[in-house]
């Protein structure tokens, strides 16, 4: 079945230390997203990438990062400089948006793993 | 601003009882809509999308939602709730072109038996 794997569903991170959190999907889409959820804030996207070799800042991206060298992977990576980074991480796929023009074809739903939660020791 | 607003924080109903939970939205475009519903611990899954058209849109599991453009609303219903719609509730807005979506607050969905 296709889907979005997320690994590892728990991670821990020691001060001063960088930790990468995986997203694979095999769903063939084009746009990969990854979202910070926090209670009572809702999600919030940190990166998204229309196409490989390429990806945005969303609105809290600051003391993150990532990379797309691959259509199935779009890892985060949680730096030293995110002062608060416990949170539960979510990434999410889609097709490729804004293509087509408006229409059908636009603004495609997003398919979301089950998520990484992440904690500092 | 571009935001989206759930008033109610957590909702308790009966098992059988209808649900309407409200969504908000405050946006410059064309908004595209979406409700999506997260288990605990789990990724969210899509309930229902709004692109243009009939204003009423069907969903899975038996929910549905109206969209008012004069009132900035799309509201998500179901005629009887389940004891398995215990969950939580996101309502998202976004443009047409980049996938960047706005999510609401959420909205916890308690049952009661």
């Known amino acids: 079945d296709g889907g979005i794997t997320q690994s590892p569903k728990y991670l821990f991170r020691k001060e001063g230390q960088n930790v990468t959190l995986s997203c694979e999907q095999n769903?063939?889409?084009?746009?990969m997203y990854w979202y910070r959820q926090d209670p009572g804030q809702g999600l919030r996207l940190i990166y998204y990438?229309?196409?490989?070799?390429?990806?945005q800042k969303g609105d809290i991206a600051e003391g993150y990062s990532v990379s797309r060298e691959k259509k199935e992977s779009f890892p985060l990576t949680v730096t030293s400089a995110q002062k608060n980074p416990t949170a539960f991480y979510l990434c999410?796929?889609?097709?490729?948006?804004?293509?087509?023009?408006?229409?059908?074809?636009?603004?495609?739903?997003?398919?979301f793993g089950d998520g990484t939660r992440l904690s500092i020791l | 601003a571009q935001s989206v607003t759930q008033p109610d924080i957590h909702i308790t109903v009966s098992e059988g009882a209808s649900l309407e939970l409200r969504c908000n939205y405050s946006?410059?475009?064309?908004?595209?809509l979406f409700w999506y519903v997260q288990s605990p611990g789990q990724g969210l899954q899509l309930l229902l999308k709004?692109?243009?058209?009939?204003?009423l849109v069907q969903g899975i599991k038996g929910f549905e939602a109206e969209f008012k453009r004069s009132q900035s609303s799309f509201n998500l219903r179901k005629p009887s709730v389940h004891w398995s719609d215990a969950a939580e509730y996101f309502c998202?807005?976004?443009?047409?072109?980049?996938?960047?979506?706005?999510f609401g607050q959420g909205t916890t969905l308690q049952v009661k038996p």
């Open positions: 999410a796929s889609s097709i490729r948006t804004g293509t087509g023009g408006i229409g059908r074809d636009s603004n495609q739903p997003q398919h």
């Open positions: 709004y692109f243009s058209g009939d204003t």
């Open positions: 946006y410059g475009a064309t908004p595209y």
């Open positions: 990438s229309q196409i490989v070799n390429d990806f």
């Open positions: 998202a807005v976004g443009p047409w072109d980049t996938g960047k979506l706005i």
């Open positions: 769903l063939n889409h084009d746009a």
